[in-house]
């Protein structure tokens, strides 16, 4: 069975432009959450989708923003990037809400803003 | 807000030694406990995971102990390796949350 997939792996871009992560959860998994982690830091959430649904967000600023679509996939936008929003952005799956909720992650996606 | 603390930040540990990484947590609505692991340009992957109705899961070298009068509960990895050097992350769970402690960086010296 396929694990939690996020593409690109690594993605360069540079200070004001948009940058568009992608994830495919694991099949049968309904929610996807999306977390940020700085360099040797810990893991800071973002986003919560359930069933095409935004039910959860972290203390970041609007221009993070997201999607999940029919087939549970989910993008998450960066808009106007900084320098600061450099990190490896993990994407995570679980099974539908009200079961145990434990998160499946992806290997994340490396931003780099120049 | 809810917190779960972990500690320590850091830990070095030598080679078949026992590493302890503790967290403790405020909520008693949680019911489930799960460690996860971090290697570098990696995600968190689950490790282990206890239920408050147990005091101790053990697979293979790790076990989780855990204390539900004084929320805590403790992650021993026995005979510690060099490819365990590696981030943990502690975390409560209840139905509608996941709450993560901030990560420990181990180290296992050779």
């Known amino acids: 069975e396929a694990g939690v997939t996020q593409s690109p792996t690594h993605l360069i871009k540079t200070r004001g432009q948009q940058a568009t992560l992608r994830c495919s959860p694991i099949s049968g998994h309904t929610s996807v959450y999306w977390y940020q982690q700085a360099l040797g830091l810990g893991l800071q959430f973002l986003l919560w989708?359930?069933?095409?649904?935004?039910?959860n967000r972290g203390n970041f600023p609007p221009r993070f923003s997201g999607r999940q679509f029919p087939n549970y996939s989910s993008e998450l936008n960066v808009n106007a990037l900084e320098l600061e929003d450099s990190a490896l952005y993990l994407c995570?799956?679980?099974?539908?809400?009200?079961?145990?909720?434990?998160?499946?992650f992806g290997a994340g996606t490396r931003l780099s803003v120049l | 807000q809810q917190q779960v603390k972990q500690s320590p930040q850091s830990l070095i540990v030598q080679k078949g030694g026992i590493s302890i990484i503790n967290c403790a947590y405020e909520n008693t609505a949680f019911d489930y406990f799960p460690w996860y692991q971090q290697f570098p340009g990696k995600g968190p992957a689950l490790l282990i995971a206890i239920r408050p109705d147990v005091s101790e899961k053990k697979e293979g070298r790790f076990t989780i102990s855990f204390n539900k009068s004084a929320k805590q509960f403790s992650l021993h990895i026995m005979d510690s390796q060099p490819g365990d050097s590696a981030t943990y992350f502690c975390a409560a769970i209840n139905q509608y949350q996941l709450i993560w402690g901030a990560g420990t960086k181990l180290i296992i010296k050779p």
């Open positions: 989708y359930d069933e095409g649904e935004e039910r």
């Open positions: 995570a799956s679980s099974p539908i809400r009200g079961a145990k909720n434990i998160q499946y």
